[in-house]
Structure formats: structure tokens, C-alpha cells
């Protein structure tokens, strides 16, 4: 008995566990191969990515939900631009942050246009000017300024012109359309000049764009800074490229003249393609970086042009996404939305509220300040404004690896998003 036993325990019950035990070993081999591949596609992808990851988690984190309105093209020009802004300044006054400021809003200041009656007189004549400081802009000049007392407005330096002359004069020489503007009745508006054109830094008469010499944009600079000084008093220390298309040329030259902040779209645009796009090399900027001649960026990459379709409820969705992000919300408008036809005029101005008021009532420790304010809280690393706290920087940071697509995207097909997943509830 005891033989067939054994007998039996040797030809199957060894066999058998062996076979089991090997089994499980190599269940358990492949997946630690698994497992270790899927770590590796993980580091990979983390890799590949640790650039724009890095950024992102060294950006600044705000405390708060932060709305400031980016107006730009203001100044030198139409002089309905008066009563526009005394309605804006009505408005922004009706409306206080948990702190008791009001609502504000930068102007992008032009300070000077074609002067064409001039012009027209004289059409021999080489480009003639008309300054914001002229008598004719004292409504717009006296608007502007009752905006900056009441602190409801903001400057910026947009440009002596919002085009570089000697290209809009060549461009006479060959475009009727641009000849006819140079000449015509009354105060002149940028708006109505092609569009490559109104990119002051760069020389687009023809396509694609050529730059400008180093020496000529110097002493642009060098004249607008101190025009802008002669009107307000003191030198411009944002500047906001018009069309934003510039170069290190340009900065390095404001940063010659004082200016020490740069509103971006989150990347640089130099020149205009064969088609007449702005084309730059895709760079990402982020706010609170600095170029190489050590001005500091901020990001305007959000729109509100009612003129153009824009509800409150598109800026309230990026009012949204940039306060997940831990971002201020810089609200790009344009003049043109509040010039012209009144009945579009008075609905723009009647979006503007409506958002604020919205904005307001979502989010109750909402701020108002001027982009000044958000630069100089960078600058300073103002721990009122801009939070130090890991588990908040965390969840910040994750909403923003969130918004880029293509990372994402390999993200979710990896599985590296559960992880991730995890890790924004734990911060949430």
C-alpha cells in the first residue's frame, strides 16, 4: 500500500505541483515584464515631455481668481474713442473686488496717427504725424486720464503708431487702398489699414516680411519712450508689441528705455509669412519668464471681442480655466469693440457687465488688479497673492499638464493618467 502511494505522490502529485509552481513563476515573470515595460513607457513619455512639465511647475501659482481686461489700440485715432471711454470707465467703476477695488482695465496706448489732413495739403510731403498730445485729442487725452485717477485704467506702451511708417508710405507708392487712407477725411484709423501692415517692427510692404535695421528700431524706441514720457509724465514700463510680432531687437531696446514687462500671447511671433500670418519659431512662454534681455513675460492668451461674437460666457469659460490653472486671466479686448455702430457699441458695453457681474457672483474672493500689479507680485514673490503651499501648486500644475493636448493624449493611452488621476484627487 504504502508503494502504490508513493508511486502515485511521485508520478502525479510532484509533477503536477512542479507544473503549478512553474506556472505561477512565469505568470509572475511576465507580469513583472509588464509591469516594467509599463514603467518604462512611463519615464519615457515623462522624458520626453520634462521640458514643458518643469515650466509649468515652476510658473507662478496664484492665490485666487484674478480678471483684468487687456484693451489695446487707444490714443491717437477716432475721437468717439472719448465717449467710449467714459462709458467703459462708468462701468469698471460699478464694479468691486472682496478688497474694494474697482475693475480694471490696461489700455494699449497709440500715441501718435498719420495726420492726413496734413497730408492731403501737401501730398509731396513726407510722412507728417498728429500726437495724442495734440488739441484735437484733448477729449480722448482727458478721458483717458480721468480712467487713470479713478483707477479704473491702466497704461501701456502700444506704439507710437500702431504701424511703422516708412512701410505704410512705400506701401502707397503701390497700393492704392493704403494711399487713400494716408489722405482721407478726417482723423485716420489704424483698423483700416491691411493687416500686415499694422505690425509696427517689422517691414511688410511685401511678403514675407523683412526686419528692420537695428539702428532704426533703437531710435523708434528711443522716440516713442519719450513722447509717452512728455504726455503721462513718467516712462512706460509695460509694453504690449502691436499685432504681437517683435523680436530681441525691439526688446532689448525697450529694455534700454525702461520697460521691464512684455505681454505675450505665450509665444513670440517675428515676422509675416508669405500669406501675411504672423510666423515665430513656437517657443513656449510662460508667465513670469524672462528674455534674454531680462524682461519679464506675461501671458494674454484669452479673448473678449463682443464685436466679434464674444459673450460674457467666453470669458467667464477662460475665467474659469485659468483660475484651475492657477493663472490670472488676462481678458484681450480692442478698442473696435466700442467705436462705431451704437447699438453694437451698447451691446459690447452690456457683455462687459453682464460678465462682470457673473464673475462676481461665481467667484467670491475674486481680484481685480492691473497687469503692473501681477508683474510686480512675480517680481516680489508675494506670498498674499502667489501660493507656496506643495499640495496646491500640485493641483494647479496637474490641471495645466491636463491642457496639453498631444501629452495628454499619450497620457491616457499609456495609463499614465490614472496615476496622475490619483494624485489631483489626493491635492484637490
Known sequence: MRYWYWYWYRSVVIPRNSFILIFNVTIQIWLGGIIIAWLLVQVMLLLAYRHILVAYWREPVFRYPILVFEGDDWGAGP???????????????????????YSVMTLGVILSIADTEAMRADKEAEYIRLSLDHARFEPVLAAMRAGINEGVF?????????????????????????AAWLIKIGIAHSEELPSRLQSRWIDAVSLPSQPLPEAEIYAAVVEEVKVYMQIFGAKPVIAVPT?????????????????????????????????????????????????ESGVMYLVRDKYFEPKLGHRAEKGLDALALQ??????????????NFLGDPAQSKAALAELNRLLVEARAHYSKLRFLSTHDIAEAIVSQDTSLITI??????????????????????????????????LRKWAA
Open 323 to 336: 483660475t484651475e490653472c492657477g493663472r490670472p486671466t488676462l481678458l484681450e479686448t480692442h478698442r473696435f
Open 243 to 291: 499685432t504681437f510680432v517683435w523680436n530681441n531687437v525691439v526688446e532689448r531696446a525697450w529694455a534700454s528705455q525702461g520697460v521691464s514687462c512684455v505681454i505675450t500671447p505665450g509665444t513670440r511671433f517675428e515676422s509675416r509669412d508669405g500669406q501675411g500670418r504672423p510666423q515665430g519659431d513656437g517657443k513656449l512662454i510662460l508667465n513670469g519668464e524672462r528674455g
Open 79 to 101: 475721437l468717439e474713442q472719448a465717449q467710449a471711454l467714459d462709458a467703459l470707465r462708468q462701468i469698471l467703476k460699478s464694479h468691486r473686488d472682496q478688497s474694494g477695488h
Open 154 to 178: 491702466t497704461l501701456q506702451l502700444h506704439g507710437m503708431e500702431h504701424y511703422w511708417p516708412p512701410a505704410v508710405m512705400a506701401a502707397a507708392r503701390i497700393d492704392a487702398q493704403v
Open 389 to 422: 503651499v506643495p499640495r496646491v501648486r500640485l493641483h494647479a500644475w496637474l490641471a495645466r499638464i491636463s491642457k496639453v493636448s498631444r501629452f495628454w493624449k499619450l497620457a491616457r493611452l499609456t495609463g499614465l493618467v490614472v496615476p496622475l488621476w490619483l
